[in-house]
């Protein structure tokens, strides 16, 4: 069931759509974790392995080829196949939520940086203002105004599309930006963790209320659900 509701926002006609739960849940609601053996030495998880804190002190983990050594990130355990979302919450001065290659560089380098290369793509968090970057190319993204610091992302592997949105505690849900392109390796979630600043997975108990968006991507989200090709529920697969 969708229905449309248009409203005037900041002299632009925006559309609200309103979705029930088979859109974003069983489409593809991701249960991640994080792995450990990624974990740059100065991040510590918690929460079964769901949250990520930033550390001044240096912890004792062993050396592991899989760990990234020269910037403070972490991917997930799961590889993202098919339809997936996910959201994030961040506390702190800001955080970046990403996609990336499971190949991506673990050694130092700007080839290993979320966001700098080609392997991998980052929204950017701050309050209330977020940024999208790739192979160190900037998208910055008008200031929204929400009451979370809660980020969700879509993934369509097939159709090579990533989205982002701003996810307020209402649980209405703002297109942030979408990237097109084509995936050719095996992808994961990944943050990378500012000083001060920590990021969790987030239990998603309730669909969107609604999803703010542009009218070009909400008819294109239309015709998607018309069609039933996001009602093919899709999981991860883990690599262990």
Do not use: M
């Amino acid at each position: 069931i969708v229905r449309t509701v248009y409203t005037h926002t900041h002299r632009h006609l925006h559309c609200c759509v309103v979705l029930d739960v088979s859109l974003f849940l069983c489409s593809g609601a991701c249960d991640l974790t994080l792995d450990p053996n990624t974990a740059n030495t100065e991040l510590i998880l918690s929460d079964e392995n769901r949250k990520i804190t930033r550390v001044f002190e240096r912890q004792p983990y062993p050396d592991h080829p899989e760990r990234f050594d020269g910037v403070t990130q972490v991917l997930s355990v799961e590889i993202l196949t098919g339809r997936c979302y996910w959201e994030a919450e961040w506390s702190g001065d800001n955080a970046v939520i990403s996609v990336s290659y499971k190949g991506i560089n673990r050694k130092g380098g700007r080839d290993s940086v979320f966001g700098y290369n080609v392997k991998s793509w980052n929204l950017i968090c701050f309050s209330n203002r977020f940024t999208v970057r790739h192979n160190d190319i900037d998208t910055v993204i008008p200031a929204v105004r929400s009451s979370s610091n809660r980020a969700g992302v879509y993934l369509d592997v097939s159709a090579g599309s990533l989205s982002f949105y701003s996810v307020s505690d209402t649980h209405t849900l703002t297109h942030l930006h979408t990237l097109n392109t084509t995936f050719t390796e095996p992808l994961c979630a990944g943050f990378w963790v500012y000083p001060g600043s920590s990021v969790a997975l987030c239990d998603i108990k309730q669909p969107p209320v609604r999803i703010i968006s542009d009218p070009h991507v909400t008819r294109s989200a239309e015709q998607a659900y018309q069609t039933q090709s996001w009602r093919d529920c899709s999981a991860t697969e883990s690599l262990q």
